[in-house]
């Protein structure tokens, strides 16, 4: 009578219990766990530590990411900055400080350990607003609009300098240890040396003309890079002689990131960085292209809408691409990033809990982390299911819907099974059976010894089938429903052998059926939990409320309810009480791992702590690593991973 313990007619709501924040308030130094995983959404702003070695990448939902790495050894790590319009990256010894220059002016430090961890974050409290950041190999520059410049090290101590009388700074310029001010004066633009180190005013070095504010140092510190009206002009600093390089390759009225310039012209073509001293990348009407900054025809040319995107360290060039970012030096262009993000099949099998979409299958386990690949000879599948380490279950598409499929991954073999009107799998290691709704649904003994499904036990009828475990349902391997017309559905029991035991009617829309034999089903916020009763009607168990159309998980034991509905997760147990309910935009499947509750949202999973909701464990992206081809890029959604 194990089907029959949830006796509760109406459970109550419960107190929301939101997971606390992992978050150190502003100014605190707190040891805090770090998060990894990709971006939910498309990258928008790049920054690059001078050397080259590291990275900080934010996305159009202003959430943040740091790549303490760039060979694909370290996963990015999730850290809190503020929404920026300009990011700036130092690293040191002990860690990274990371710059945010946020729409007001506003200049916000983060300061973490080298493996991402927080340290401390804290804004600048200036009555003044900041212009731009730059940064060199040990400080972040900061130009105020009353015509300071801070200097800022990597403890966020700060000196301060003031634009010499009768000039005017419109930008800082630096690569590696060297700093450089663009000053105004007399209609002309000069270029003016810092030593940081003092600090103070060094030098003029150069002076020339231009219509914008966009510049490029060298690495060497000898060539600025400005914007001409035939292209890029190419000042050496050592002689003061000047040259045009990144010559006009298309629409002189094409703009490279949708403004004018300081003067009201729109630039042709703007320099965005050297590569090396030799390599100049300047971007026009959507394409970036490498010139030789002598001057010549492109040796790259890449699409690129934004100049935001494009950041340079050392001898490589770093882009946001999608999810990822793109790691370019003169021989390739590579990308560093997860190659699933985003899965779409999660199924629980005989393996345990695993992952895909457009990729291998992953096993994955309570840390969600992956412990097993299982290779397939294709990735045209629907959903996946590993049933051994070389044994893999695949819907694919076909003409009459879909096909179920059992790929030997070892023998290299692919035998069909039978055709579905579902693309989803069901598949129970209890009772090795497979179930196969169709125009007539079937019941498919598996074999785990020899790994073959045996004779179709036909069932007779369009149905939806799920799966129960006899030692909880009192014997039963099956329940079918069927539509009867209206809101009724005829619900059918099956033991072995496809042999029906008993047969009942309920109304409402069946949402699950755990593994016990209990039909769950909706009728409007109501969801009625049924059992076989008498005179062929169902025998209810319990009512609980769930707004929405809700999805619903029953744990393997069949002894708690988890349940997505109106963007809230809520638990129920088998006394009547809502154990915990929490707030989860977002969400769109819940399921088990390790008999604790998981939670799958537009970008990533969760693992929730069964007593009170809290997030355990978090990963938004699976397989990182530095490839030649662009990782998947599944579309812009609020990563779980970005959750306070």
């Not at 001898?315 to 590579?334: F, H, M, N, P, Y």
């Not at 990033?337 to 629980?348: E, H, I, K, N, V």
């Not at 409402?508 to 009607?537: K, M, N, P, Q």
């Not at 309910?581 to 998981?598: H, K, M, N, Q, Y």
Request: with cysteine; proline share 5%.
């Amino acid at each position: 009578m194990r089907r029959l313990l949830l006796t509760f007619l109406a459970a109550c709501s419960g107190s929301s219990v939101e997971p606390p924040s992992d978050a150190p308030a502003d100014g605190l130094t707190q040891h805090v766990a770090v998060v990894h995983g990709a971006h939910g959404s498309a990258i928008n702003l790049v920054a690059v530590t001078a050397d080259g070695t590291a990275a900080v990448s934010q996305d159009v939902d202003a959430n943040t990411r740091l790549w303490t790495a760039l060979d694909g050894t370290a996963e990015p790590a999730v850290v809190r900055v503020a929404a920026a319009e300009e990011l700036a990256l130092l690293r040191d010894q002990d860690g990274f400080t990371i710059a945010a220059l946020d729409q007001s002016g506003g200049l916000h430090l983060v300061r973490t350990r080298g493996s991402g961890e927080l340290q401390l974050h804290r804004q600048i409290d200036r009555d003044v607003e900041v212009q731009q950041l730059a940064v060199t190999s040990r400080y972040i520059l900061a130009l105020r609009s009353d015509q300071t410049i801070a200097v800022i090290d990597a403890a966020g101590e700060e000196r301060v300098l003031v634009t010499p009388a009768g000039s005017r700074t419109i930008a800082i310029v630096t690569r590696d240890d060297h700093a450089v001010a663009i000053t105004v004066r007399d209609h002309a633009a000069h270029v003016r040396a810092l030593d940081l180190g003092a600090p103070s005013w060094g030098a003029e070095i150069g002076t020339f003309r231009t219509p914008s504010s966009r510049f490029a140092l060298s690495p060497s510190g000898t060539q600025l890079a400005y914007v001409v009206k035939t292209g890029v002009g190419v000042l050496d600093l050592t002689t003061r002689n000047a040259h045009t390089t990144c010559s006009q390759t298309g629409s002189p009225n094409g703009s490279p990131n949708g403004e004018n310039d300081v003067t009201g012209n729109v630039p042709p073509q703007v320099p965005v960085g050297f590569v090396d001293d030799a390599t100049l990348a300047c971007l026009m009407a959507g394409e970036l292209g490498w010139f030789p900054s002598a001057g010549g025809h492109a040796i790259r040319v890449h699409p690129m809408p934004d100049p935001e995107l494009l950041a340079y360290g050392g001898t490589i060039q770093v882009s946001g691409e999608g999810l990822a970012l793109g790691i370019s030096d003169r021989t390739a262009l590579k990308f560093l990033g997860y190659r699933l993000s985003d899965p779409s099949a999660l199924r629980t099998g005989p393996m345990g809990l695993s992952i895909a979409h457009n990729s291998p299958p992953l096993v994955i386990d309570r840390s969600l982390r992956v412990t097993q690949t299982i290779q397939v000879d294709t990735l045209a599948y629907e959903d996946a299911l590993p049933l051994d380490a070389t044994h893999v279950l695949r819907t694919e598409p076909s003409f009459a819907g879909h096909e179920i499929v059992l790929v030997d991954t070892a023998a290299k073999t692919v035998a069909k099974i039978a055709s579905t009107t579902d693309l989803h799998l069901h598949f129970d290691a209890a009772t090795n059976l497979l179930a196969v709704p169709a125009e007539h649904s079937l019941l498919i003994p598996y074999s785990p010894i020899v790994h073959r499904f045996g004779t179709p036990i036909d069932l007779g009828e369009r149905s939806r089938l799920f799966l129960t475990d006899p030692a909880l349902a009192e014997g039963l391997v099956a329940v079918s429903v069927v539509d009867a017309g209206g809101s009724s559905k005829q619900i059918h029991e099956y033991k072995a052998g496809g042999v029906i035991a008993k047969s009942y009617e309920i109304e409402g829309d069946v949402a699950t059926v755990d593994r016990a034999g209990r039909v769950y089903a909706v009728l409007g916020e109501t969801v009625h939990v049924f059992v076989a009763g008498i005179f062929h009607e169902g025998h209810p168990v319990t009512t609980f409320v769930a707004k929405g159309r809700p999805v619903i998980a029953v744990d393997r034991l069949a002894t708690s309810v988890l349940v997505e509905s109106d963007n809230r997760i809520s638990l129920f147990d088998l006394q009547g009480h809502a154990h915990w309910s929490i707030g989860a935009p977002t969400s769109i499947d819940v399921s088990w791992v390790e008999d604790e509750p998981l939670v799958r949202f537009a970008s990533g999973l969760a693992r929730l702590d069964r007593r009170d909701g809290r997030l355990l464990e978090r990963a938004c992206g699976w397989q990182f690593g530095l490839t030649s081809g662009m990782p998947e890029n599944p579309g812009n959604s609020v990563s779980v991973c970005d959750a306070e």
